[in-house]
């Protein structure tokens, strides 16, 4: 039997529809390198969602104003929170394998 990830109800279906937008906007096309140069820039690793949101990479990317990822992702509840990072970390890997190479140090764990 293969593995089945179990759903999980979405408590705050706008809040969580707009940021998971944003991600999507952020690492799709021509943003994605607007999105790795400024985590480069504010050296945030890729993987840590939280400082990604304090440093406005997403908002900036998204083309959003500076703070609205950061308050979309804290009006939402836990559970919503982790769906959203884990969305973000799949969303991640899928950047054009070229970029990846590129920066390949904001993908690097430490």
């Known amino acids: 039997m293969a593995f ?9 279906e706008g809040e969580f529809a707009e940021l998971k937008g944003a991600i999507e906007k ?18 945030v690793q890729i993987r840590n969602f939280e400082l990604v949101l304090a440093a406005n990479a997403l908002d900036e990317a998204a083309e959003n104003k500076a703070g609205t990822g950061r308050t979309l992702y804290d009006s939402l509840p836990v559970s ?30 430490s």
């Open 80 to 109: 919503d929170q982790a769906q959203v990072r884990e969305f973000y970390l799949s969303k991640i890997e899928e950047v054009d394998p070229a970029l990846r190479a590129k920066f390949h140090k904001l993908y690097q764990y």
């Open 26 to 43: 952020a690492v799709a096309g021509e943003r994605a390198a607007k999105f790795l140069r400024a985590l480069s820039s504010s050296r």
């Open 4 to 12: 089945e990830q179990a759903t999980i109800r979405v408590v705050r």
